[in-house]
């Protein structure tokens, strides 16, 4: 195991931030923790990385108890923090080349690693540029080439496309599974369950300080009874015709909120083509039709009740 | 490890404007303010001749003697008097209209005539009574042992002071240089800005950068400690540069001791930069509030050490004699005076330890505070 986490408890005072929080990341997977905000996604990597005291618990990284002087385990982890976090009077270069240096004193491998970290996170035009000069977007980037530069086993890295437009949050995804396809092992935070779902090999699912789910994005969506979400734009239908979609076998629940029609129903394989002939027996004028299969906000939603956007 | 992040600190603090503002360009900047404006002070201090007028009469035009001195003095660069010979009414007239502050009536003896007292009437009036007081020992000597005549006069011309001028110490009392000692004790004090940074950057919970920084496989205290030498470096630097200019440029004496007034710079930089350090270690808010307060407290230990106005210096001595031994800006003020003004080292050396001793708590305030290794909230 890279990462064990056990029975992890931090409190706030009356505030419980990490409720007997357990996970486990294992070698060479991206693992997610997907969570809204205030769920305790980034109090979970302050005390793993050892920047936070905590009331109760256990934590191993690469097998062996991490300690604020666990000098040998921390040399081989990269953070790229929620919040930019780079001197201001330092030029893109010497940055990367600053935090590369704390982890890495041979000065020819830290050019090499130096450069090429600019080159993969595309910084090249932009190595004297001081930060205050830089776009939100090259700024997230920046943040990250100093997190990686040193090439760590481990990166762990917490809501980096917070603010980022979507050009450079793709790049960012792209850059993510590159590393991963290197060989290390990240944990990636967010409350974002489209960039969770498409990265994260694992993902914990937080709320409350608690992991309420974990598994692989199949897995978690296998949890729910919900297996397809229609969508439908339909034009005069009554109650009673709503009310006896709902009375479908595979119809888990159907809202009407005109134009829009929102069916979910379970796993069956014929879910559309059931929905489509019920509005074309009842006569029911309808335009676009979409069906998905369920998200992870699904997920969440059922699980407690609420959106992960809440 | 050492030279890697003293390289990279020293080009930070270098490059953050608002820091070099207020620990090199200001002191500088107030300098040469304080220099002007002693300038004027010098120019108004500057002795002018007084206005006098003498009343135009026989017994004026005969006595000899009289004319004579008076001329003498008001003739030449360092002259005493402006002297205008005037009939009464015009002299009168002169002096209704302040043109003079006085004048001399010399018939039928000699008087002064004033409308008002003050510094000049009474110059006016002590010459003549020096003149008169000597007029008359030299008329009774003379009328009473003629043959003394060459023996009095030489006596006269060989004026002797029977009385010395000892100084209490070894250089004049000049209070100017001392608005310039406040000053440098005030940019050594500045410090603080850049020790506030220091400590900023390495405790977790105040800035993402010092939490990257602590997730480092660095031990926390030996980045402050490589870091704060690059920030002490660059103080020093500064305050000698500082101290050069006021020495060389604007020409302000700090006496013989060299040695001992590079040395006071260093101690003082050094408790500049701690005092920021344990500030903001100690104050468990926001960078703008710890700024504050190190701008209100550090000005205001300059206002009392009296680098605005001296005589507060005096006042509190003299009424809270407390207040000035926990003042580090007085300390250090002080420190520089006493090298300037006095003979014995002993008040320079109580000043200096008492400051160190500062220095030592700021240290190990900011020790005790910083080698947390774990943050209670991030």
Redesign the interface.
């Known amino acids: 195991m890279v990462i064990e986490v056990k029975n992890l408890v931090k409190r706030?005072g009356d505030l419980i931030a990490l409720d007997h929080l357990s996970f486990y990341v294992k070698e060479g997977e991206i693992f997610g923790l997907l969570g809204p905000n205030g769920s305790g996604k980034t109090t979970a990597i302050?005390c793993i990385?050892?920047?936070?005291?905590y009331d109760k618990g256990e934590i191993k990284i690469f097998s062996r108890p991490m300690?604020?002087?666990a000098?040998?385990i921390?040399?081989n982890?990269g953070?790229v923090?929620?919040?930019?976090?780079?001197?201001n009077?330092?030029t893109v270069y010497?940055n990367i080349?600053?935090?590369c240096?704390?982890?890495i004193?041979d000065r020819v491998l830290k050019k090499r690693m130096v450069d090429e970290a600019i080159e993969f996170t595309g910084l090249n035009d932009y190595i004297k540029f001081y930060p205050k000069k830089l776009s939100e977007g090259l700024l997230r980037r920046l943040n990250i080439a100093?997190?990686i530069a040193h090439k760590p086993k481990l990166i762990i890295m917490d809501e980096p496309t917070v603010a980022v437009d979507p050009q450079s949050r793709n790049r960012i995804l792209e850059g993510i599974l590159e590393l991963n396809r290197q060989g290390a092992t990240i944990v990636y935070t967010s409350h974002y369950m489209d960039e969770v779902e498409k990265i994260c090999s694992r993902i914990a699912i937080l709320d409350k300080g608690k992991v309420i789910a974990e598994g692989t994005k199949d897995e978690l969506k296998a949890m729910i009874s919900t297996g397809e979400k229609i969508t439908v734009e339909a034009w005069n239908i009554s109650g009673d015709q709503i009310q006896r979609l709902r009375n479908m076998p595979s119809v888990i629940s159907a809202e009407y909120d005109r134009p829009v029609l929102t069916i979910k129903s379970d796993k069956g394989r014929n879910n559309l083509e059931e929905v489509l002939t019920f509005l074309r027996n009842e006569n029911i004028q309808f335009g676009k039709i979409y069906s998905e299969l369920p998200t992870l906000n699904d997920v969440f939603l059922e699980i407690t009740g609420k959106e992960l956007r809440d | 490890?050492f030279w890697?992040?003293f390289k990279?600190r020293f080009?930070?603090?270098t490059?953050?404007k608002i820091t070099v503002f207020w620990t090199f360009m200001f002191p500088i900047i107030l300098s040469l303010f304080f220099h002007f404006t002693m300038s004027n002070i010098d120019r108004s201090n500057i002795f002018k001749p007084i206005d006098i007028a003498v009343v135009d009469s026989n017994l004026y035009r005969n006595d000899v003697n009289f004319r004579k001195v008076l001329e003498d003095v008001s003739t030449g660069e360092d002259r005493l008097f402006n002297l205008t010979v005037a009939s009464r009414e015009d002299a009168a007239r002169l002096l209704e209209n302040k043109e003079i502050d006085g004048y001399i009536e010399t018939d039928p003896q000699i008087c002064l005539i004033v409308k008002k007292s003050g510094l000049a009437q009474s110059i006016i009036k002590n010459f003549l009574d020096n003149y008169l007081q000597t007029f008359s020992a030299v008329n009774t000597i003379l009328s009473q042992n003629p043959a003394k005549r060459h023996e009095l006069s030489a006596a006269l011309n060989d004026y002797k002071a029977y009385i010395r001028e000892v100084p209490p110490a070894k250089a004049k009392l000049d209070i100017k240089p001392y608005f310039f000692y406040s000053l440098i004790a005030m940019a050594c004090l500045y410090g603080c800005f850049l020790g506030l940074r220091e400590v900023a950057d390495i405790q977790?919970d105040i800035?993402?950068?010092a939490?990257?920084?602590?997730?480092?496989?660095?031990?926390?205290l030996k980045t402050f400690l490589y870091s704060s030498s690059a920030s002490l470096i660059i103080h020093i630097a500064e305050i000698l540069t500082l101290l050069a200019f006021l020495v060389f440029v604007l020409k302000i004496d700090f006496g013989e001791n060299t040695g001992f007034v590079i040395l006071t710079s260093l101690a003082g930089s050094f408790t500049g930069v701690s005092y920021g350090a344990f500030v903001s270690a100690l104050v468990k808010k926001s960078l703008n509030v710890k700024i504050a307060i190190l701008i209100s407290t550090v000005m205001t230990w300059s206002f009392l050490a009296g680098m605005m106005y001296t005589d507060i210096k005096y006042i509190i001595t003299k009424n809270l004699p407390f207040l000035s031994w926990v003042n580090p800006v007085n300390l250090l003020a002080d420190s520089f005076f006493s090298l300037y003004f006095y003979d014995s080292l002993s008040r320079y050396a109580l000043n200096t330890i008492i400051l160190l001793l500062f220095a030592v708590l700021f240290c190990s305030g900011t020790y005790l505070i910083v080698r947390r290794?774990?943050?209670?909230?991030?």
């Open positions: 706030y302050n990385l050892s920047l936070l005291k300690s604020p002087d000098y040998d921390k040399r982890i953070i923090m929620q919040n930019v976090a780079v001197y009077e330092l010497e080349d600053y935090f240096g704390l982890y004193t100093c997190g | 490890m890697h992040i990279n080009k930070c603090l490059r953050d977790a800035s993402p950068l939490a990257r920084i602590n997730a480092s496989p660095v031990h926390k290794r774990k943050y209670a909230s991030l």
